[in-house]
């Protein structure tokens, strides 16, 4: 039995202690938001908080994980107004979409250890693939959220 909390919710799973996090989340707590990109956490669409770090649920087995705190982009914000949530919407940030809950994860861990990033910084600290192309907008979301954070 491997025992985490999701979102605030306590789940008790019978499951193999060697099956990525990501898996758990998705398929056996039904929370889809978290993609699979590419199964080797180089891509990081998978990205999740683990007590408050950013990781990438598809190579982290969940009995590293047992008894832990864990954050899906479900349970960001109970109503989608985290800071870096209205600076993706603000800025029309994402193109297909498919990698931004794993882009906001990373920027929102990434901000609470840098407040007032670089771009510099975003570029080294933001290692998050998108295949769009989109990283001028998402460097310029973190910005604003990052001032709307310090308001």
Same mark, same amino acid.
């Given at each position: 039995?491997?025992?985490?909390?999701?979102?605030?919710?306590?789940?008790?799973?019978?499951?193999?202690?060697?099956?990525?996090?990501?898996?758990?989340?998705?398929?056996?707590?039904?929370?889809?938001?978290?993609?699979?990109?590419?199964?080797?956490?180089?891509?990081?669409?998978?990205? @999740?908080?683990?007590?408050?770090?950013?990781?990438?649920?598809?190579?982290?087995? @969940?009995?590293?994980?047992?008894?832990?705190?864990?954050?899906?982009?479900?349970?960001?914000?109970?109503?989608?107004?985290?800071?870096?949530?209205?600076?993706?919407?603000?800025?029309?940030?994402?193109?297909?979409?498919?990698?931004?809950?794993?882009?906001?994860?990373?920027?929102?861990?990434?901000?609470?250890?840098?407040?007032?990033?670089?771009?510099?910084?975003?570029?080294?600290?933001?290692?998050?693939?998108?295949?769009?192309?989109?990283?001028?907008?998402?460097?310029?979301?973190?910005?604003?959220?990052?001032?709307?954070?310090?308001?």
């Amino acid at each position: 039995m491997v025992t985490l909390i999701v979102n605030g919710e306590r789940h008790r799973l019978d499951i193999e202690p060697e099956t990525p996090l990501l898996w758990v989340v998705r398929d056996e707590l039904g929370l889809t938001g978290t993609k699979f990109g590419c199964g080797i956490a180089q891509c990081g669409c998978c990205t @999740v908080h683990v007590d408050g770090e950013a990781v990438r649920s598809c190579s982290l087995a @969940v009995g590293d994980v047992d008894g832990k705190t864990i954050t899906t982009i479900e349970g960001l914000s109970a109503d989608s107004q985290h800071p870096v949530q209205l600076a993706w919407r603000a800025l029309d940030v994402p193109q297909c979409g498919y990698c931004q809950s794993g882009q906001i994860m990373a920027a929102v861990a990434f901000l609470k250890q840098n407040p007032q990033p670089t771009d510099a910084d975003i570029d080294a600290g933001i290692t998050n693939i998108c295949r769009c192309g989109t990283y001028p907008r998402i460097r310029a979301a973190i910005h604003r959220a990052a001032a709307a954070m310090k308001s």
